[in-house]
C-alpha cells in the first residue's frame, strides 16, 4: 500500500484511487490531494464548482495509447475524441504529447485550431455536417472528413475545389453493450451508411476528381467494458473491402464506481490489433479514437456542501448539480462522492448527493458513503473528466464551471468560470432601447 494512499477502517478509501485520479493521495489529516494541490487550496483560490485534472496522470494516459498502439501496428494514429473535453488547454497537450484531433463540429474545430493544433493533424465528424462546418474544415486545411451520408457527398462536389482526403463511416452491425443512448454500431443507429450503401458511397468517391477516398470508419459506442466487441468491430469493418486506412473509432469505458471493472490499455490494445492482424490487410493504415478512456479518470468535479437535511432520508446538497453533470440524466450513469477534506474520518452515513437544480431527477449520487456532512465541506465527484464540461449548461441561470490542471504541486487555470456578464451577452439585443 501507498503510504500517501490510505485505506482506514470504516472507509471505503482503499477502494476508491483506482477510480480517483492516478496522482491522487490524501494529506496527514485527511484532505485529498490532486498533483499535489489540495483540494482546499483549489477551492479557496478558484471556487466551487471546479473542474480539477491531473495533468501528469492524463499525459502518462496519452502515452500509453500512442506508444501501445505504435508499437503494436507500425502505420498507426491515434486521434483525440475532443467532444469528451473540448477545451483549448486539452487541445494543447494533445498536440503535445503526439495525437492528432478528431473534432464534431465547428466549434471544436475553432477550438482546436486556437490551441495551435495542426490542421493536417485535425479529422472532421458529423452525421449532419453544414455547408459553413465543411467550408470551415477545407479552409483550415484538414487532413481528412469522415463522410457520413451521400448528402454530405452531395455537399462536397459542391464545395471541393482541390483535392481532399475522406473516410466512409460505415454500420459495423454490431450492438454495444452500453447505454442505448451511447451505442452507434447497431443497425438502427443514426451514424453512417449499411455496408450495402456504402458501396455506392465508396464508388461515388473513387470517381470523383477532388474525393480521395482513403478507407472507412466505424465506431460501435461508447462506456464499453468487454474488449472482445472492438474486435468483433474489426472483424466486421473487413468485409466492406480492402482499403488503406481503418479508424476503428473509440469507445473505451472506464470505473466510476466501486463495482465496476475496466479494461486496461494494453489490453484494448491487444484485442484490437489481434483483429486487425487477422482481419485487415497487414500495409493498412490503423488508427483509433479515445476519449473518455483518455481524460475520464484524470478529472474530478469539486463542489462544496450548501445544505444538509436529514428528513426521510440524509441529502447532502450541493453548489452545482444537473446543469455540470448532465450525464447522469441522459445515460443514468453512475458515481461516486467522497468528502474530500475529511477522508479519514468513519464513513458512518449513507447520503443522497444533490444538486442545487430544480428537478428531483438532480440526483448526483444515490446512496454516497461518507462522515456526517455538515455545511462546507467539500465534496469531490471522481472520474467526471469525459463529458461533465462539454455538456454543461445554464439551467436555473447556473455558471458553467471553471477548469484547472494540477500538476507537481502546481495549478494553473485553463478555462475561465463564466460569469453573469457571459450569461447576459447573448441577450443584449432584447435589453437595447429600440428594444424597449
Given at each position: 500500500?501507498?503510504a500517501?494512499?490510505?485505506a482506514p477502517?470504516g472507509?471505503?478509501?482503499?477502494?476508491?484511487?483506482?477510480?480517483l485520479?492516478?496522482?491522487?493521495?490524501?494529506t496527514?489529516?485527511?484532505?485529498?490531494?490532486i498533483?499535489?494541490?489540495a483540494v482546499?487550496?483549489?477551492?479557496?483560490?478558484?471556487?466551487?464548482?471546479l473542474?480539477v485534472?491531473?495533468?501528469v496522470?492524463?499525459r502518462?494516459?496519452?502515452?500509453?495509447?500512442v506508444d501501445g498502439?505504435?508499437?503494436?501496428?507500425?502505420d498507426?494514429?491515434v486521434?483525440?475524441?475532443?467532444k469528451?473535453?473540448p477545451?483549448?488547454g486539452?487541445y494543447?497537450?494533445?498536440?503535445?504529447?503526439g495525437?492528432?484531433?478528431d473534432?464534431?463540429?465547428?466549434?471544436?474545430?475553432?477550438?482546436?485550431l486556437?490551441?495551435?493544433?495542426?490542421?493536417?493533424?485535425?479529422h472532421?465528424?458529423?452525421n449532419?455536417?453544414t455547408?459553413a462546418?465543411?467550408?470551415?474544415a477545407?479552409e483550415a486545411?484538414?487532413?481528412?472528413?469522415?463522410?457520413?451520408?451521400?448528402?454530405?457527398?452531395?455537399?462536397?462536389e459542391r464545395?471541393?475545389?482541390?483535392?481532399?482526403?475522406?473516410?466512409?463511416r460505415v454500420i459495423p452491425?454490431?450492438?454495444a453493450?452500453?447505454h442505448?443512448?451511447?451505442?452507434?454500431?447497431?443497425?438502427?443507429?443514426?451514424?453512417?451508411?449499411?455496408?450495402d450503401?456504402?458501396?455506392r458511397?465508396?464508388a461515388r468517391?473513387?470517381?470523383?476528381r477532388?474525393?480521395r477516398f482513403?478507407?472507412?470508419?466505424?465506431?460501435?459506442g461508447?462506456?464499453?467494458?468487454?474488449?472482445a466487441?472492438?474486435?468483433?468491430?474489426?472483424?466486421k469493418?473487413s468485409?466492406?473491402?480492402?482499403?488503406?486506412?481503418?479508424?476503428?473509432?473509440?469507445?473505451?469505458?472506464?470505473?466510476?464506481?466501486?463495482?465496476?471493472q475496466?479494461?486496461?490499455?494494453e489490453?484494448y490494445?491487444?484485442?484490437?490489433?489481434?483483429?486487425?492482424?487477422a482481419?485487415?490487410?497487414a500495409?493498412?493504415?490503423?488508427?483509433?479514437e479515445?476519449g473518455?478512456?483518455i481524460?475520464?479518470?484524470?478529472?474530478?468535479?469539486?463542489?462544496?456542501?450548501?445544505?444538509?437535511?436529514?428528513?426521510?432520508?440524509t441529502?447532502?446538497?450541493?453548489?452545482g448539480?444537473?446543469?455540470?453533470?448532465m450525464?447522469?440524466?441522459?445515460?443514468?450513469?453512475?458515481?461516486e462522492?467522497?468528502?474530500a477534506?475529511?477522508?479519514?474520518?468513519?464513513?458512518?452515513?449513507?447520503?443522497?448527493?444533490?444538486?442545487?437544480?430544480?428537478?428531483?431527477?438532480?440526483?448526483l449520487?444515490d446512496?454516497?458513503?461518507?462522515?456526517?456532512a455538515?455545511?462546507?465541506?467539500l465534496?469531490?465527484?471522481?472520474?467526471?473528466?469525459?463529458?461533465?464540461?462539454?455538456?454543461?449548461?445554464n439551467?436555473n441561470?447556473?455558471?458553467k464551471?471553471?477548469?484547472?490542471?494540477?500538476?507537481?504541486g502546481?495549478?494553473?487555470?485553463?478555462?475561465?468560470?463564466?460569469?453573469?456578464?457571459?450569461?447576459?451577452a447573448?441577450?443584449?439585443?432584447?435589453?437595447?432601447?429600440?428594444f424597449?
Open positions: 500500500m501507498i500517501n494512499r490510505p477502517a472507509t471505503r478509501l482503499g477502494e476508491l484511487w483506482r477510480i485520479p492516478e496522482e491522487a493521495t490524501a496527514d489529516d485527511g484532505v485529498l490531494e498533483g499535489g494541490v482546499t487550496e483549489l477551492a479557496e483560490r478558484f471556487g466551487t464548482p473542474h485534472y491531473d495533468e496522470g492524463l502518462r494516459q496519452i502515452r500509453r495509447f498502439l505504435h508499437a503494436r501496428w507500425a498507426s494514429d486521434l483525440f475524441a475532443s469528451s473535453l477545451a483549448v486539452m494543447r497537450i494533445a498536440q503535445e504529447e495525437l492528432s484531433v473534432v464534431a463540429g465547428g466549434g471544436e474545430l475553432r477550438l482546436a486556437a490551441a495551435g493544433v495542426d490542421p493536417a493533424r485535425i472532421m465528424h458529423g449532419a455536417k455547408d462546418e465543411l467550408r470551415m477545407l486545411g484538414i487532413d481528412t472528413i469522415i463522410v457520413d451520408n451521400e448528402d454530405e457527398l452531395d455537399r462536397l464545395l471541393l475545389d482541390r483535392p481532399q482526403k475522406l473516410l466512409l452491425g454490431v450492438e453493450k452500453t442505448a443512448s451511447q451505442a452507434t454500431g447497431g443497425a438502427s443507429s443514426k451514424f453512417g451508411l449499411p455496408l450503401q456504402a458501396e458511397a465508396i468517391m473513387q470517381a470523383h477532388f474525393m482513403e478507407g472507412v470508419h466505424l465506431h460501435i461508447s462506456q464499453i467494458l468487454d474488449t466487441q472492438f474486435a468483433e468491430a474489426v472483424a469493418i468485409s466492406v473491402g480492402s482499403f488503406g486506412t481503418y479508424d476503428v473509432g473509440g469507445g473505451l469505458g472506464i470505473a466510476y464506481t466501486y463495482d465496476e475496466a479494461p486496461a490499455v489490453d490494445l491487444d484485442a484490437v490489433v489481434a483483429a486487425a492482424r482481419n485487415l490487410p500495409d493498412a493504415r490503423l488508427l483509433i479515445p473518455r478512456s481524460v475520464g479518470r484524470a478529472g474530478v468535479t469539486l463542489y462544496r456542501t450548501t445544505t444538509v437535511k436529514r428528513t426521510g432520508r441529502f447532502v446538497a450541493v453548489d448539480g444537473l446543469a455540470d453533470q450525464d447522469i440524466a441522459l445515460t443514468q450513469q453512475r458515481y462522492a467522497i468528502l477534506d475529511r477522508l479519514l474520518e468513519p464513513w458512518t452515513e449513507t447520503a443522497q448527493v444533490v444538486g442545487r437544480q430544480c428537478e428531483s431527477g438532480d440526483l449520487v446512496g454516497a458513503a461518507m462522515p456526517p455538515r455545511v462546507g465541506d465534496v469531490v465527484m471522481p472520474a467526471t473528466g469525459a463529458y461533465a464540461y462539454t455538456m454543461s449548461n439551467y441561470g447556473a455558471l464551471p471553471a477548469i484547472v490542471f494540477v500538476a507537481d502546481a495549478a494553473r487555470l485553463v478555462a475561465r468560470r463564466e460569469t453573469y456578464d457571459d450569461l447576459l447573448t441577450h443584449a439585443p432584447a435589453m437595447a432601447p429600440a424597449a
